[in-house]
């Protein structure tokens, strides 16, 4: 046994050291290209495709937007591709279906040949091939070099990316492919806000990406977007408010005799009042204080059912909660459900306690089909929702929040006047103001040569 110090350490055969991966080698030489240089002029074209971007196709409000917003271009006479990195089965091709029926275009990333990489850099600015050959960045291989020989093959004169990996990637490839245009879109606040989302290298690649012209930056919420603006240490007026959409074409209200059947499968009484929650059950959802503002709901409407769509983390520990406070009559998680506009007709009100939000989808669609919604004052809902008008918002670090919510929620529960006054004032906002086609133009707006 002896002393580990450096002068010991070189008389031994071998040390054991974790070294950490260098995941910022690819950013820095992004960095030395903002000198003029090829890969900062490219050439300004009105051919080619647009690149819809984005990981994959799982149950959730972003995956919804990019199907729109790819089928939207389409039906706009943009010839669209869409791309994902990830396999498109299973849950992952939730929405695979609504692109298959436009005939949009669909790539799936791991499933194309990996190409030759040595020919594929050999053009490349030497600072780019030696960081790419030494695989100085935190990106898959494989899926990047496929993806920039995609790009090689389409030239696109634009790609349109969501989500901070996607973005990132997406970003990477299209500089290195001197692809015209890179529309970045955030979907809600910057990702420290989320444990599972933090990491040493999204920042840096922002900061390393934002110094060139071709790279657009979107958001669809105000306060997320000075948020993102702030963190990536850009003006805000560089990200451009895009809200979401919503698609009144593929939300259709169930007629009375599905909803009687969905209630009875559901055990559900013609008088009992149902609010719903649909959301990831994950940590900026605040799932547990979704069940004890339902608790509160349920001491004074004692008749109340709870119904709740979702998958994530937090699963079992909103069964816990759910049993430790004895919801188990009022309450029923449902998972993963295809018939969501069916559920909300069935529902008196929509619930949503998150502390982080973008632009919630479920927010719009329940407006949509007349359902009032109680949602905390987050991100893009007070967007989405005219207080008092079509729904009620409530403040996200309120310390009364569960009476608050509660109260707000049994309010309605008492006054159908005024669920059916704000359902009425919601379905028609959502009608005039939060079109597709409105959504597809703003994108358009920042594609230089897109038809107009």
Not at 138 to 148: M, W
Not at 287 to 302: G, M, N, Q, S, Y
Request: hydrophobic share 40%; proline share 7%.
């Amino acid at each position: 046994m002896v002393e580990h110090n450096p002068e010991i350490e070189r008389h031994l055969e071998f040390i054991c050291r974790v070294v950490p991966p260098r995941t910022s080698g690819l950013a820095i030489a992004l960095e030395q290209l903002i000198a003029p240089s090829k890969i900062m002029q490219p050439a300004e074209t009105k051919d080619g495709p647009i690149v819809v971007f984005t990981h994959g196709l799982p149950p959730g409000g972003a995956e919804r937007q990019w199907c729109y917003l790819a089928m939207g271009l389409k039906e706009h006479g943009e010839e669209v591709v869409f791309v994902s990195i990830e396999d498109l089965k299973g849950e992952n091709g939730h929405y695979l279906p609504l692109l298959v029926d436009k005939n949009v275009r669909v790539v799936e990333l791991r499933k194309q040949a990996t190409p030759n990489i040595t020919h594929l850099v050999r053009s490349l600015p030497p600072v780019i091939r030696e960081a790419l050959l030494e695989r100085e960045h935190p990106f898959n291989e494989g899926e990047l070099f496929r993806f920039i020989e995609l790009l090689h093959s389409l030239k696109p004169k634009a790609v349109m990316a969501q989500l901070d990996y996607p973005n990132l990637f997406a970003a990477t490839g299209a500089l290195i492919s001197d692809i015209p245009r890179t529309i970045l879109s955030f979907r809600n606040y910057n990702p420290t806000h989320f444990p599972y989302l933090r990491n040493d290298w999204f920042q840096r690649y922002y900061r390393a990406v934002a110094n060139f012209p071709q790279i657009s930056f979107a958001g669809n919420a105000r306060a997320a977007n000075a948020d993102y603006a702030e963190w990536i240490g850009v003006s805000s007026d560089r990200i451009h408010w895009i809200p979401n959409a919503i698609d009144s074409n593929s939300i259709k209200a169930p007629s009375q005799d599905e909803i009687q059947r969905l209630r009875c499968t559901l055990n559900i009484a013609q008088g009992n009042p149902v609010i719903l929650g649909v959301f990831r059950l994950s940590e900026e959802k605040r799932p547990l204080l979704f069940v004890e503002v339902c608790a509160r709901i349920a001491k004074e409407v004692t008749d109340v059912r709870v119904l709740v769509v979702g998958i994530g983390p937090m699963l079992q520990d909103m069964q816990d909660r759910i049993d430790l406070l004895g919801l188990g009559k009022h309450m029923t998680l449902l998972g993963r459900r295809e018939d969501v506009s069916a559920l909300m007709s069935c529902a008196s009100i929509l619930l949503l306690t998150s502390s982080f939000e973008g632009m919630p989808n479920v927010v719009m669609e329940a407006q949509s089909l007349g359902l009032p919604v109680v949602a905390t004052r987050v991100g893009g809902t007070p967007d989405c929702i005219e207080d008092g008008q079509t729904g009620l918002l409530m403040p996200v670090d309120d310390v009364d929040g569960v009476d608050g919510m509660a109260n707000a929620c049994i309010g309605l529960l008492s006054s159908p006047e005024l669920k059916d006054k704000m359902g009425k004032a919601a379905r028609e906002r959502m009608a005039t103001i939060f079109s597709r086609d409105a959504m597809v133009a703003r994108y358009l707006e920042l594609v230089p040569g897109a038809t107009s």
